[in-house]
């Protein structure tokens, strides 16, 4: 009888540790992936940046972002 119980320990034990050997692989594959995911999105947003700069400086932008900021100031004026 507690040969039976050693055989199933073992073989728990050795399911458990290949279980754990498959997950540590995996997790070593994404390794570094939220650090690109962050900077592919901070290149996004500078450009979208850079796009509302260039904007606002060529053609009237700059007025038409001064009377948006009018309106809202305004509008929030009213509200209080």
Not at 43 to 48: E, F, R, T
Not at 54 to 68: D, E, P, V
Request: aromatic share 4%; no cysteine.
């Amino acid at each position: 009888m507690p040969t039976s119980i050693l055989v199933l320990f073992v073989h728990l034990q050795t399911v458990t540790m290949a279980a754990g050997a498959t997950a540590q692989q995996r997790l070593r594959g994404d390794r570094g992936q939220a650090t690109t995911e962050y900077a592919l999105v901070l290149l996004a947003a500078a450009l979208v940046g850079l796009l509302v700069v260039a904007w606002a400086t060529a053609g009237g932008g700059a007025a038409r972002i001064s009377k948006l900021f009018n309106r809202v100031v305004d509008s929030v004026i009213d509200k209080v």
